[in-house]
């Protein structure tokens, strides 16, 4: 089993930046694929952007593409999202989430953070 703490959320401008952290404990980190979700207020959630064990293949949900970007350092047991070029409409509570068999299922959320993105 594995812990997940999201944290680096907050109150932007528009066009501003944000990095949000999620620190893992429990089972070795480097197992798990990792993503990042994301719920608005009366939305359903939907992914924002994946990464694979190793960190070398990513993928974005077409909304973020180019704007947001996902890494992780498993020495530090940490997956990072790097936010730039922000929206109100990325207005939202942002989950990271591992995927223990890298089947695209998630077995583990964490608490989430929230973003807001002022116009």
């Known amino acids: 089993q594995v812990q997940l703490v999201e944290s680096g959320g907050g109150l932007v401008q528009a066009g501003g930046s944000l990095r949000l952290s999620c620190a893992a404990s429990g089972r070795t980190f480097s197992r798990y694929a990792m993503g990042w979700f994301r719920q608005a207020p009366g939305k359903e959630r939907e992914f924002v952007a994946r990464?694979?064990?190793?960190?070398?293949?990513?993928a974005y949900a077409d909304s973020v593409k180019g704007r947001f970007t996902i890494s992780r350092d498993n020495a530090k047991n940490t997956v990072y999202l790097q936010m730039n070029s922000l929206k109100p409409e990325d207005t939202a509570v942002y989950y990271c989430?591992?995927?223990?068999?890298?089947?695209?299922?998630?077995?583990?959320w964490g608490q989430g953070t929230q973003v807001t993105v002022s116009s």
């Open positions: 990464i694979n064990r190793s960190g070398s293949v990513t």
């Open positions: 989430a591992a995927d223990d068999l890298a089947d695209g299922i998630y077995d583990y």
